[in-house]
């Protein structure tokens, strides 16, 4: 166990949680984390999903059983966010370890450990063509990472505090990044240079992520909202209210058409773009959700709590 989960982790202590009625929607819950699982990301087909947790391992799952493939360890504390490559070989993680690890996500084999942050990775994002991992800290930089060999390729700049979270557009021309402050910077990732910043309005986001076709980019925090935000413009066209507490997770259906957050409040959410409504909410977790990730056939919603256990819920 690494220094810092020494003194906070709370991984052999047994975890008394109270019971909740669980929503009807749920397909079924995966234990196997010792700790809080801060992250979970479904492979391209669906059939796969990884996880990150505090317990300072990744693990890989068989979707349909439920059942654990491999656990992946090497972090020296916990793991605070992963991502899984569209062409399904690679697996990355990052830790507040300040390093990024790639894994071979056929067999769990730590590939290569990127060092060069200065503390806390806070999120990794596989680029679309699988060659580049960007990774974004608490030391206020962005670097871009090579799959094959694990070098630096490239950092980013510009930031002025903590950098939460990351996120690819889908044709990887684009890098999103926003955090402590109140801004989302845009960034052109072939010169590395920051192209436009788009006013936020929050006190911290903590995720984002862009829609399927680049349009908008949908993003969250802890004033318990999520917004809609134009991609080329930066004009926000529409804010969901609901959550109870701190959003800490965002993503879109593939379809582009509904949106699905994850909060401190214990609940997932699915929310309509056109409308703006809620159209379900998820219960079952007893502690903070933290990740959230819809299945590419768009059918399955995975979510990733403190109390431990990663459930699978169907989109009605």
Not at 200 to 209: G, N, P
Not at 228 to 234: K, P, Q, R
Not at 242 to 262: E, M, N
Not at 272 to 282: C, M, N
Request: charged share 25%; aromatic share 8%.
């Amino acid at each position: 166990m690494g220094f810092l989960s020494n003194i906070f982790g709370k991984k052999e202590v047994e975890l008394k949680l109270p019971k909740v009625i669980e929503d009807v929607n749920l397909i079924k819950t995966m234990e196997g984390h010792l700790d809080r699982v801060l992250g979970v990301k479904f492979s391209t087909d669906g059939k796969k999903l990884v996880s990150g947790s505090f317990d300072e391992t990744v693990m890989l799952w068989d979707v349909a059983s439920g059942k654990s493939l491999f656990t992946m360890k090497g972090h020296d504390t916990w793991v605070e966010c992963i991502d899984y490559s569209r062409d399904g070989r690679r697996l990355a993680s990052g830790s507040t370890d300040s390093t990024v690890r790639i894994w071979d996500a056929a067999n769990g084999q730590c590939l290569h450990v990127c060092k060069g942050h200065d503390t806390a990775v806070r999120m990794v994002a596989f680029s679309p063509d699988c060659k580049v991992v960007a990774s974004c800290s608490r030391d206020t930089t962005i670097r871009l990472w090579d799959v094959e060999t694990g070098k630096e390729l490239s950092r980013f700049l510009g930031h002025k505090s903590y950098i939460e979270c990351l996120a690819y557009s889908h044709d990887g021309r684009r890098l999103a990044s926003c955090g402590e402050e109140p801004v989302i910077k845009i960034w052109d990732v072939a010169s590395g240079k920051n192209i436009a910043n788009y006013k936020t309005d929050d006190r911290l986001s903590h995720a984002l992520t862009y829609s399927p076709d680049g349009r908008f980019i949908a993003f969250c925090g802890r004033d318990a909202l999520v917004k809609i935000l134009d991609a080329s413009t930066g004009q926000i066209i529409n804010v969901f209210t609901g959550h109870g507490d701190a959003v800490r997770s965002v993503c879109f259906t593939p379809d582009g058409l509904k949106v699905v957050s994850a909060a401190n409040d214990e609940t997932v959410r699915l929310w309509d773009i056109a409308s703006g409504k809620e159209q379900h909410l998820y219960r079952g977790h007893v502690l903070e959700v933290q990740s959230v990730d819809v299945s590419p056939d768009g059918k399955i919603i995975a979510s990733g709590s403190d109390d431990r256990k990663i459930k699978l819920w169907s989109i009605g």
